[in-house]
């Protein structure tokens, strides 16, 4: 099935050229990769002052995703249990504001507060 096409309006059929030195160029396209972007959508966004996120979570070991993974499936666990009426143990919440507060400051590409 082809992809269907976009307005007239939103296709993007105009170019803009702009000129760079070598270690300006270096430097978009490393900042384009560290965001899983191309260095024409990265420039985009970056000139019509959109947010560009750096891809954080993909700098992460083996290690440290296998770790990530398992507090993802404890979370899910625990909203499991609870939708389907089962009583929160004390401290419950407490730790899951402190894991979206790591998981916050981790995608932020900030390192976890204490």
Do not use: F
């Not at 995703?65 to 419950?92: C, D, F, K």
């Amino acid at each position: 099935m082809a992809r269907p096409q976009k307005p007239e309006a939103e296709r993007r059929t105009r170019t803009i050229g702009v000129r760079v030195s070598t270690a300006e160029a270096a430097e978009i396209a490393e900042r384009a990769a560290a965001a899983r972007m191309t260095k024409g959508g990265y420039m985009r966004r970056r000139a019509l002052e959109q947010p560009v996120r750096e891809a954080a979570v993909l700098r992460l070991g083996a290690r440290e995703r296998v770790e990530l993974h398992r507090i993802g499936v404890n979370l899910n666990q625990i909203a499991r249990a609870l939708n389907s009426g089962a009583a929160a143990p004390p401290g419950t919440l407490e730790a899951v504001e402190r894991v979206g507060e790591l998981a916050a400051d981790l995608l932020s590409g900030e390192a976890p507060g204490r």
